[in-house]
Each structure stands twice: as C-alpha cells, then as structure tokens.
C-alpha cells in the first residue's frame, strides 16, 4: 500500500494541472446536478408545505360532525379529539367546536298556525365573523335566575321586538324554558364560513322544515341564539356538533404530511368505533384533496426538473470521460514504465481506483455545499423567492445521498479509461467492433424511449398511491438525446473524408491538416464533437421546453378563467349583489363586469326519446362580447359565437338591453290595476308578479300584493295591487309579467256531459301603472303595453303555447280599455286549471322559443347528440328548449368535461317564457387591461363577501407557485450549466489532443511549419468539430422539443394540458444560446491549443517521446 501512495502523491505533485482540471471538472458538474437536487428537495419539502400554508383555511381543515341527536356531547366530542391527535401526529393545529342545540319552539300566544323553531349554539366568533350590534357576548350559561343567557341576531330581535334583558319563552318538547337577551349580534364575513349553521348565517328562514313533518309543513327558524359552551353541557342540550381542525402545515416536520394523509383513511373507521351507541360521526377532510392535488403538482414539477437533471447528467459524464481521457494520455507512459518495472494490470488498476475514489470523496464534501451557495443565491430573489423557497443551513440527506450517486458515477467514468489501459499499449482487436455493438443497442434503445414516450405521453402514472413517476420514462429524453448524437457522432468520419478529399484542392497548408486530421481520427474527434452536440442539444432542448412549459402554463390558465376577472360566492338577492358589484367598481370604470350563468345542470330526455339524459356545465354569457371571452380555440370565439342566431325573432343580437317599460330612477314601488278572468266565466283566483331588471341585465321577480298583503286576486274583480321594486343598478325596467290563475271549478255552462266542451279563454289586464319615489313623493305613469310584445300560456307541467298580446287579446271583464294597459289571452282547456294554476306570461320581447348553443365534444358524445338536433336543458322547472348549432373541443370556463354555451339574455328570455323565475346569475365575469382589473378586484375583495380571482394572478401562479417555480428555475439553469460543462468539457478535449499530437507538431515546426500555422491547423481541426456539433446538436435539439416537449408539459392535475400545447422555438433566444455556447467552446480551444503547441518545441525530438 506504501509504494501506492507514493506513486499517487508524485503525481499530485508532478501533474497537479491535470489533477486539479479533473477534480474541477467533477466538483463542477457535481455541484451543478446537486443544486437541481436540492432544488427538489426543496419542492417536495418545503415548497410543498408553503403551498399548503397558503391554501385558504377551509381547503385544509379536517371537520369532524357529531350526530348526537340530544345525547351529552362531551364523550362523542372527547372521541373525535382522540381520532384527530391520532391524525394530526406532530403537525401544530388549532381546534374549534361547533355545538348546534336541539330546536326549540318558541312561545308566541299571538301566533297562528306552526311555532317558530329557534335553536342555541356555541360557535368559534371573531371580529371578521360576527359583529356584536347591541350588548354582550354570553359569559355564563345561566343568570342568577337560572335562564340561559342568549346573544339572538339583529333580525331575530328586530322581527319580535327583542331588546337587552328581553325574556324569551320557548319549549322544548313539553319542557318550558327561559332565555334572557343580552345582546344582539350580525353574523359577517363569506357564505362559507356559516356552512355549520342550519341557516347559514342568514338569521331568518321563512320556510324552514318543521321538526317532526317530514319535510311536508315549513315555518320560521330564527337562530343561532349564541350561548355559553356550557350552556349546551348535559343531556337533551345538542343535536349536532363540529369538531374542526385546522393544521398548520407551513413548516411541519418531515413527514408529518405524509403521516396525516395516511392516518386521513383510517380515520373514519377509529371514529365509528370509539363512539357511543346512538351517536353516529361522519370524517370530512378537505385537507386530504388539497394535499393530494399538492402531490400530483410536485409529481408534474419533479417532470421537468428531472428531466434537465438526467440530461445534464448525460453531459457532465461525458465531460469526465474526456477528462478522464486526458489523464489517460498524460500517463500512458508512466503506465509503460510501471508495467516494464513489473506492475500487473490488477495493481495498476488499483491506482486508478484509488486516485478517483479520492476524487469523488473531494466532490462529495465540496458539491453539497456548493449546491447551498448557488441556490442561495437564486433564492435571495425572483421567482424563488416569492414562491417561499428558503435554502436550509446545511445539505439535506436527499441531496448528500444524490451527490454520492453523482460522483461516484463520475469516478467510474474516470476509471473506465484507465481499466482498459492499464499495463497494456495495444489496443483490444475487437475495439472497434465492440463500439460500433454498443451504439447499435443505444439507438435501438433511444428509439423504444421515443416510442413508449410518445405513446404514454408524459412519464406520470396515476396509481392507488397517488401520481408518482415512471422512471422509465423520465430516463426517455436522455436515452434519446445521447442515442441521436451516436448517430450523429458516426457522420464526422464520412464528413472529415469528405472535407480531406475537397481541402486536397486547395493550396494551402492548415484546411488540409485539419480536415486530414478529422478524416484520419474519427474516434479522437468524437469526444469533442459528442460535448458540444449533448450542450447544444440540451441548452436548446431546454430553452424551447421552458417557452412551451410556459405558454402552455398561460394558456391553461386563460381557458380554464375564461375572463380577466371571476366573482363568484357572492350571496344576498341578485339585485343587492349587482349594486353591491357596481358599487365596489366605481374605482374601476375600465373594468367591464358582465353576471354570467355557470353552473350544473342536467341536459336530454328523461324518457330517453331523443338524447341521452346527461349532467353538463352550463355557462350562460353575453355572446354579443366575444372579445372578453379568453382562452385559445382553433376558432376564433368571435367566429364560433357568431354561428349561434339572434335572440328572438328578427331582433339584433344586441337588443336585449333596450326592450321593456323603463322605470325613474329611485322607484321603490309600483302601484297598477289588474283582472284576470275567464271565458265563460269561472270561480277562482290568480296571483301576479313582475319581472324587473336593471342596466345590468340582473333580472328578479315580485310578486304583488292587495292593500291587505295579501297576493290572491278574485278572478273578474278589478283589484289595485302594490309592486315592491327589488333594487339593482339603474336604470331598471319592467320586462315582464306573469299570472298564476287557478280555477275552483269550471264554468256553470262547462258541467260534466255539457254540449259546450271544455274549452275556454284565459284573459289578463294590466293597466293604470304608476312608479312611486317614497323619498320624494313622486309619482310617474307607465305604460304597460310595451312589456306585452310576447306572451305565452302553460298548465304546470304542461306544453307551452303561445298567447295573444295587445290590441289581438281580448280584455277580461272590467278591464280598462286603452292604448297603455298589458292585455293577454290565451284559449286552452279549463279543465286544466282546475287541477293546478295555469301560467299567463307577457314578455317585452319576441318569443325567444329554442335557444341555440354550442356544446363541448364531452357533451355531445354522452347526450347522444349532433348540431341541428333539439332537447330539453333542465335549467328549473319546466325545462327550456335547446338547439345544438356547434361543437367544440372545449370552453371558455370549462376546459373539460361535457359543457354548453349559451347567450345569457337568451337564455333568460327562454327560462321567463316558460315561467322559470330564477335570476340567472351565479358568478360575475369582467374584463379589462391588468392593472384595472387588480384594482377592481382590491375593491371588491374588500366591499363583498365573495370569491375573486384574476387571470393575472392566476398566471402569475402559475409561473411562480410554490410547486411550479422550480421548473423555469431549472430550465434556466441549463444554459449556465451547459456553458460550464462545455468550457471545461472542451477544455479537457483540446488539451487531450494537442497533447497526444506534441511529437507530431515538433515535427513539422523542425521541417519548417510556423508556430502559428500549426495552431491554426489545431484550431482549425478543433473548431470545425464545434461547428459540425453545433449543427447536429440544434437539429436535435428542435426535434427534441418538437416530439418531446408537448408530451412532457403536463397539466398541474396530472392531465393532458388543455388546449393542447403548442412548439415554442424561439429563434432569436436559441441563436444566442447557440452563439454563446460555440463561443465559449472556441475560446477555450483556442487557448489551449495556443498554450499547447508552444510547447511542442524541438525538445520533444531529442526525448524521443511525448513526455
């Protein structure tokens, strides 16, 4: 062992510059692939975890829900904290309880019909969540008295004249009980956060199920009644009760995630076992979607990461091995001399064993740590940094563990070189042979990489376990890449041959040499070629997959917003909410912001005649704005939208806002006269209401009612009714009315076995309108006539038909006569209004009948339909008529699955005439140039309760999330690394061969060939491989990322990217990439060859050998 750490030290004193180049070279690439590393060490851990951090409160609660029915709560309670430590583990959490009492019927002698329902509770409040409007929050279960101290809502307190100190009388069962009023309160903040609560938060329920009905009778439910957490201890006290977690999971050990998702499954099993007969527990965790989607975002990112790792990987091994090749040649001699002396090839080979084994040692120590440095410095600004990324104090195992692999496998190719050589001059016979065998397997090999990647698409795999990596398919772009620069390799011989059989022409000395030298040591030229073809190819490679990483990211985005901005969860009546919206965009008069319909509805037949019954997404928006509609389509949606007809009948598409009775601004109400009746004449009654709607075409309905309040109308009696207005955005109009008419019994005339039939007429007449100003006292006449253009007449349940308006309708008796007064009338069987009311209702538009549409291919293919055909879309009761004009891979909003696109206004018009009277509106899409739209969503963030989410926002993170900064980071690491790797790859490469070729440039500069002129021709030999790898390793770098890139963009869920993602090769940035890499490759030659042939002096022919 003595003579072998002599021999290693006399080179490291004799040699230290070929040492200290190969022990650069593996520190170098080292470090470079340990910095990807523990960028995903990074993103597994603690980009993972900051990810979650961020996610809002209730994606990552776990809520736990006691069905106590009445039973002392604690023990269920005390079982479901015992479950969630379980779960929870070393993960910090808070922990609230929801307790909800049993209801309660409240005392009120005054009265008639069912009790109103109350209920006590104990919530979790906070500023943000309730506001306390008079007194105080309970302190004590009970009073001296023994009444139970409540906190009721405003609304509750305002109804029944409650005050602070006010007693409230309330049984329960037969038990009477007391509370005493000491304070009142308003529950604030999203609809969300008052899911618990059986009212959600409003306070007030009108028609609330009655206990003990079974759904047949509602009444009034007033609550929650907040009260001390003791108030609710003991028997007969809570029906209900939540347990909710909420973990924080930004900075979690180590695997305590993992523990928490796993404990998750067996969660709802430990429950149902630990607790008590007669008390059932249902386990909800939102947490356990947001981590899994949190997973398979990090299984999409490690894609890329992994990707750049492996084929800088490819690089950096190549680059040893020609380093390894220069130490070869540095000791071919030393080897000789060892051998004549009598070393066998087994101790030479022990000396290269050791000699890189101290190498890889070095790099392991160096590498990690170099690794914290670089990456410390990407993450001490940009995209890193906003994305949470924070370098640890010290390599994590992962990383030392990969930096291990890493340099070990760069002291095997370092050895590799050696192994063959050592004791031996000769070459192996079957070289040659063997060589050309082993690019034949890694083409072989490289095209069933390219054949399994393109069939299975990108490397992810979707399993019982979640989406993990097949590493088999990850490894794909490498094998591929370094199997298409084999062969690229084997055209330099026939290229240098070619090039020596055109040079011989010329009269020159160095384009000669240099393509002779090309021609006559192809194996020699293949090293140099091979670094500069694998740089080019991956920095190319990895420039276009980051521009189509990126697109692609901006794209899904779009399609998947549909607008530049989205409100949605915004509760309250629709013309509150248009107010509300309008309000909180004043400071924003830029932003356009349209209500849109988006939401679940079933489409097809029930009976299956025609189209299969099918759920679908339905978006309802303002087709006459393509422009604010986002996302890419072969079609332009300008084009697509333009296929769907008008609205109505010969009515311009944009119309919809023009039609109806304009009403002056601030009416509060509105006072007409109406009689309903029937031909012949027939007992009964009708109700009316009026469908209004504002400059924002939001449309609501109210009912009106007598002078007594009450909304039944004697049919053939002229009754004065009162319209309250519902509020919205002026200017508002009147559009539509509509009448419910039901017959007690058909007309004297009509008896059963009558000659006369069944047949009759419907008649209604509006007339004598005024809108009232309370503030003002003003009153202004309305002609009703305009909001008759249309009318249409159905039993419930029955077949639309349609109706006569204006001067063709026949006025019922005692109806006013003239040119302002609504008249509609409509012949159809009375027996039908006998069993059910019938539907009178006048429009202020053309009948709208069928309302076109464009349906997703999803859609098309699971309703079993094709454009022309019509099918019922079950929007509400009844259905409205849809005719199917286009279909479309996707939509603007919904970027998968089966989902329809309609006109909003025309869909409206459709719902109104079949007497549907929901609002339609259930998000609100706006759009605008960026700055306005953040502006406009600031404001709103802060004036309503709702969801708001941006495009440019979402773009942002989509580009830089937590879990999505990792990739461009990696891709812009290639270019550095590949320039790195060249400059010492290409370094090692002209050393290796102006050094092998010393003696033979001593030659010609003794027969008379300048010094210049043999750097020249060495330089001329060396660039003119640059070049040609140059030229390969671009070609195979844009076929790289034209088969490749596509497939490895992946979707953050782990799908196929929609729309499907386009080829970025952006010439300009790959010119660069490409100039700057050959650049670097020329001076390095350039200077090595310079300093090389220098050296090879007349000396080197008197030592007689290349020492």
Do not use: K
Request: with cysteine; proline share 7%.
């Amino acid at each position: 062992m003595a003579w072998r750490s002599r021999v290693l030290l006399g080179r490291l004193r004799d040699q230290a510059s070929v040492v200290a180049t190969v022990t650069l070279v593996a520190v170098v690439a080292t470090s470079l692939l340990a910095t990807l590393a523990l960028l995903l060490d990074l993103t597994a851990n603690g980009a993972v975890d900051e990810a979650l951090d961020r996610a809002p409160a209730a994606d990552v609660q776990i809520d736990v829900l006691l069905r106590v029915g009445g039973a002392d709560a604690a023990p269920a309670v005390a079982t479901a904290d015992r479950v969630l430590d379980e779960v929870v583990g070393d993960v910090p959490a808070t922990r609230t309880e929801w307790l909800e009492g049993v209801p309660h019927r409240l005392v009120e002698p005054e009265r008639t019909g069912l009790s109103a329902v109350a209920y006590l509770a104990s919530y979790p409040r906070t500023d943000d969540t309730a506001r306390l409007v008079r007194g105080t929050w309970p302190e004590r279960a009970t009073d001296d008295q023994g009444r139970v101290e409540v906190n009721v809502p405003e609304v509750a307190a305002a109804a029944h004249g409650w005050d602070v100190g006010s007693v409230v009388s309330a049984r329960r069962g037969r038990d009477d009980v007391a509370w005493v009023v000491v304070g009142t309160h308003e529950l604030v903040g999203p609809p969300r956060t008052w899911s618990r609560d059986p009212l959600g938060g409003a306070g007030h329920d009108p028609a609330y199920p009655a206990p003990g009905a079974l759904g047949v009778s509602t009444t009034d439910a007033w609550g929650p009644f907040l009260v001390a957490p003791d108030a609710l201890a003991g028997e007969n006290q809570v029906e209900t009760a939540h347990v909710v977690l909420t973990p924080r999971l930004g900075g979690a050990p180590r695997g305590a995630v993992a523990h928490l998702r796993t404990a998750l499954d067996d969660a709802q099993v430990a429950l149902a076992q630990g607790l008590g007969a007669g008390t059932s527990g249902t386990v909800s965790a939102p947490v356990a979607t947001t981590v899994d989607a949190a997973w398979r975002e990090l299984a999409v990112t490690r894609i890329g990461v992994l990707v750049v790792g492996l084929l800088l990987t490819v690089l950096a091994t190549t680059v040893m091995l020609l380093s390894a090749r220069l130490l070869a040649e540095r000791r071919a001699s030393e080897g000789e001399l060892l051998a004549a002396r009598g070393g066998s090839a087994r101790q030479l080979r022990s000396l290269a064993v050791l000699e890189a084994a101290a190498v890889a040692a070095l790099t392991w120590l160096v590498a990690p740590w170099a690794a914290l440095l670089a990456l410390g410095r990407l993450t001490a600004s940009g995209p890193l940094a906003r994305a949470g990324y924070v370098v640890p104090d010290a390599p994590p195992g992962p990383v030392l563990l990969a930096t291990g692999v890493v340099a070990v496998a760069l002291a095997v190719a370092l050895v590799v070189p050696a192994w063959h050589t050592a004791g031996s001059t000769s070459r192996a016979p079957h070289a040659s042979l063997a060589r050309a065998g082993a690019d034949v397997a890694l083409v072989v090999l490289a095209g069933l990489a390219l054949a399994q990647l393109v069939t299975y698409g990108a490397p992810l795999v979707t399993g019982g376990g979640g989406a993990r990596l097949d590493p088999v398919l990850v490894a794909g772009p490498a094998v591929v890449t370094l199997g298409a620069a084999v062969i690229a390799l084997r055209l330099v011989g026939p290229l240098g041959r070619l090039g020596d059989a055109l040079a011989r022409r010329t009269r020159s000395f160095v384009g000669p040499m240099a393509a002779w030298q090309v021609a006559r040591r192809p194996e020699a030229a293949a090293g140099t070629c091979l670094v500069i073809v694998l740089a080019v190819a991956t920095a190319t490679f990895g420039q276009s997959f980051q521009a189509t990483w990126r697109l692609s990211q901006l794209e899904q985005v779009d399609l998947a917003t549909g607008a530049d901005l989205r409100v949605t969860g915004l509760g309250g009546e629709p013309g509150d909410s248009s107010r509300a919206v309008t309000d909180a965009l004043a400071a924003a008069p830029r932003v356009d912001v349209r209500p849109v319909v988006d939401r679940s509805v079933r489409l097809g037949y029930t009976d299956g005649s025609s189209g299969a019954l099918t759920t679908v997404q339905l978006l309802g928006v303002d087709t006459a704005a393509p422009q604010d509609l986002r996302g890419r389509t072969a079609t332009p949606w300008s084009e697509l939208l333009a296929t769907l007809p008008e609205r109505g009948v010969r009515e311009p598409l944009d119309a919809g806002t023009l039609v109806g009775v304009p009403l002056p601004e601030g009416t509060d109400r509105l006072s007409l006269d109406a009689v309903a009746g029937t031909v012949p004449s027939a007992p009964g009654t009708t109700t009316l209401a009026v469908a209004v709607e504002d400059a924002r075409g939001v449309r609501t309905w109210a009912s009106a009612r007598d002078g007594l309040g009450g909304g039944d109308v004697r049919l053939d009696t002229p009754t004065r009714l009162e319209v309250a207005v519902p509020p919205g955005v002026e200017p508002r109009r009147l559009v539509a009315v509509q009448a419910l008419m039901t017959l007690e019994d058909l007309p004297p005339e009509m008896t059963p076995g009558s000659a006369a039939g069944t047949t009759g007429d419907l008649g209604l007449s509006v007339s004598g309108a005024l809108a009232h100003d309370d503030d003002t006292g003003a009153q202004t006449a309305l002609p009703l006539a305009p909001a008759g253009r249309a009318g249409s007449v159905a039993p419930i349940g029955g077949t639309l038909l349609t109706a006569r308006t204006g001067q063709e309708a026949n006025a019922p008796s005692g109806a006013a006569q003239g040119g302002d007064a609504l008249h509609l009338d409509a012949r159809l069987g009375l027996t039908d209004a006998t069993q059910g009311p019938v539907r009178l209702t006048a429009t202020a538009w053309p009948t709208q009948g069928v309302v076109p549409a464009v349906l997703t291919a999803d859609a098309a293919r699971q309703g079993d339909v094709q454009p022309g055909d019509v099918l019922p879309l079950r929007v509400g009761s009844p259905p409205v008529q849809l005719r199917v004009e286009a279909v479309v891979p996707y939509l603007p909003g919904a970027p998968r699955g089966a989902a329809v696109m309609v006109d909003r206004e025309a869909l409206q018009r459709a719902a109104t005439e079949s007497g549907m009277r929901d609002p339609l509106v259930d998000a609100w899409w706006g759009t605008g140039a960026g700055p306005d739209v953040e502006a406009a969503a600031a404001a709103l963030r802060q004036e309503v309760d709702a969801t708001v989410v941006t495009r440019r926002a979402e773009r942002m993170h989509a580009l830089e999330g937590p879990l999505r900064a990792a990739v461009p980071a990696a891709l812009t690491l290639v270019v550095g690394t590949a320039g790195l790797l060249v400059l010492v790859g290409m370094g090692a490469a002209a050393t290796a061969t102006v050094r092998s070729r010393r003696l033979e440039l001593a030659r010609l500069q003794a027969l008379g060939l300048s010094r210049g002129a043999a750097v020249r021709g060495v330089l001329a030999e060396n660039l003119t491989l640059v070049v040609l790898g140059a030229g390969a390793g671009l070609l195979i770098g844009y076929g790289l990322a034209a088969l490749l890139g596509p497939l490895l963009t992946v979707s953050p869920d782990g799908l196929a990217p929609v729309p499907r993602p386009l080829l970025v090769w952006p010439w300009p940035v790959q010119g660069a990439v490409v100039g700057a890499l050959v650049t670097t490759a020329g001076v390095a030659v350039a200077l090595l060859v310079a300093t090389g042939v220098r050296r090879a002096s007349g000396a080197l022919l008197r030592l007689g050998d290349d020492r």
